[in-house]
């Protein structure tokens, strides 16, 4: 096997946690909101093969405001219904990049279909994500800096 090939590995245990970088902006309280949540493939890591939570933490940006919340490979699975057709369904999928074994996606298509999300009608696509992301769980809350104590002497 080239070393810069990785094997796809199925989800058999749905206990297994899928970590998520998340934003300080992407929670309200205690619970991850919608906008954590991108319908075009929502990039997690699998604790299968990266077990610490803080591995997931987007190091781009600003890394020290980023946290982490985590779905199991169970709840990343389920069908969001549909008025007007085959209800939405979201499954997670083992897509290991180069240099992250680790990473996956939470992928969402039509149930009759392999449509891609970007066709989703922008009235459905809340639901979508809030399906998704009402299943998560914060693990390492995210800090923002504009929070943070300020230095020195002001007395």
């Not at 989800?11 to 934003?23: G, N, P, T, V």
């Not at 980023?66 to 897509?95: K, M, Q």
């Not at 639901?127 to 995210?142: E, F, N, Q, R, Y």
């Amino acid at each position: 096997m080239n070393p810069d090939e990785q094997s796809v590995l199925p989800f058999s245990d749905s206990a297994e946690r899928l970590f998520r970088s998340i934003k300080r902006d992407w929670v309200l309280g205690t619970e991850v909101t919608p906008d954590a949540i991108d319908l075009k493939g929502c990039s997690c890591y699998r604790e299968s093969i990266a077990p610490d939570p803080a591995s997931a933490i987007d190091l781009v940006g600003r890394p020290t405001e980023n946290g982490v919340a985590s779905i199991t490979a169970g709840n990343a699975r389920g069908l969001v219904p549909r008025a007007d057709g085959e209800p939405w369904e979201f499954y997670p999928e083992h897509c290991p990049q180069h240099g992250n074994a680790a990473h996956c996606e939470i992928l969402v298509h039509r149930r009759d279909s392999q449509k891609r999300v970007d066709q989703i009608p922008r009235s459905q696509k809340v639901g979508v994500k809030l399906a998704i992301a009402s299943k998560m769980t914060i693990v390492i809350d995210p800090s923002p800096s504009s929070m943070a104590e300020p230095e020195g002497d002001f007395g």
